[in-house]
């Protein structure tokens, strides 16, 4: 989640004004040529929805149609291709009463794992679920780490062999890290398998975006703190934990808008990774190629569609896609 919002932005939020049609939006800005290999010069941004509170984790669902969190208003959002939204889940986030008033409460990042359940991170419960979607039943898959809570858990993605990894920073806590309810006096980044949590690294202050690369031999980490805005690239070793952590790069001095935040990997090993500005593209190797920049700052992006070559992108308060050459990786 992308820090500067105001907490109070779920007033904001007008279901009326969510527009049911795509128009275009925003631009695309090319730093190398190999980006025409993956946007075709001219490729539109499509704006196709708006007004919502503050907008993330967008997973594409095999039956055809795409999930997304509005974390403010503590709901789990659906768009299908006809242009229409409604709510998916209600309480996505926090299943209690007596939030703080503009607490960011409701659910984070959304994924798949390998039998198409959603694993959704929760920041008012401040754990990790797993939801069948056939049968509508919920398990808690993390809540907490060595008897105490998690801060709240932001975004997550599934490895091959079904283990799950996952970010947990403080946003969900009124004051952060500052708050008195935060038991753990660390961000870490997890590994989830056969029901042993395990802590992979706490040495970043906001742990953020997570994925994996196509042949899973390294994860990668945002760092969504405005005085170290950097990704991280770490070795995923034979046990599932990592090793080597190195600077994949570092925009800390890019004066635009936005944090490195959610983050997801084309079939080539491409990172799309949202941060000042935009969506920056970038190789395998760390070269940047270009910047998808619609006219909001984006939180996350997710591929979908059947041939899972359109980018959809959640920014702020609306929804937008684009068209890609390249497919991504997904469950």
């Not at 403010?72 to 008033?101: L, Q, Y």
């Not at 359940?117 to 780490?145: P, Q, S, W």
């Not at 998690?150 to 500052?178: H, Q, R």
């Not at 944090?259 to 000042?276: A, E, F, R, W």
Request: with cysteine; hydrophobic share 35%.
């Amino acid at each position: 989640m992308i820090l500067g919002m105001q907490r109070n932005v779920g007033i904001l939020f007008l279901m009326g004004a969510a527009l049911g049609f795509a128009q275009s939006a925003g631009r695309v800005s090319k730093a190398a040529a190999e980006l025409d290999q993956i946007v075709t010069p001219g490729a539109r941004i499509e704006k196709l929805g708006g007004g919502f509170g503050f907008v993330e984790g967008p997973v594409w669902i095999h039956a055809g149609y795409l999930l997304f969190s509005d974390i403010p208003n503590n709901v789990i959002r659906k768009w299908t291709p006809d242009g229409k939204f409604s709510v998916f889940r209600e309480h996505s986030g926090f299943s209690g009463s007596g939030a703080p008033a503009g607490a960011l409460i409701g659910s984070n990042g959304l994924t798949l794992d390998k039998q198409g359940r959603l694993v959704i991170c929760e920041h008012g419960n401040r754990r990790v679920e797993l939801l069948d979607m056939k049968t509508g039943k919920a398990v808690v898959l993390a809540d907490k780490y060595e008897g105490k809570r998690l801060n709240s858990p932001n975004d997550a993605v599934v490895k091959s062999d079904g283990s799950i990894y996952f970010t947990d920073p403080p946003y969900g806590l009124p004051k952060e890290d500052a708050d008195p309810q935060k038991e753990l006096s660390f961000n870490g980044v997890y590994r989830l398998a056969h029901g042993k949590l395990q802590l992979l690294y706490k040495d970043l202050s906001r742990p953020n975006g997570i994925a994996f690369s196509p042949d899973e031999k390294y994860l990668y980490v945002g760092n969504s703190d405005a005085s170290r805005k950097i990704w991280m690239r770490f070795e995923v070793k034979p046990d599932g934990s990592i090793a080597d952590g190195k600077l994949f790069y570092d925009v800390t001095k890019e004066a635009a808008d936005g944090l490195p935040d959610g983050m997801k990997v084309d079939s080539k090993g491409n990172l799309y990774c949202t941060g000042p500005g935009g969506v920056w593209i970038f190789s395998p190797a760390g070269k940047h190629l270009g910047t998808i920049q619609p006219p909001e700052i984006p939180a996350n992006c997710g591929f979908g569609d059947r041939d899972a070559k359109t980018l959809y992108i959640t920014a702020r308060t609306g929804l937008y896609r684009i068209r890609l050459n390249v497919a991504g990786v997904r469950l």
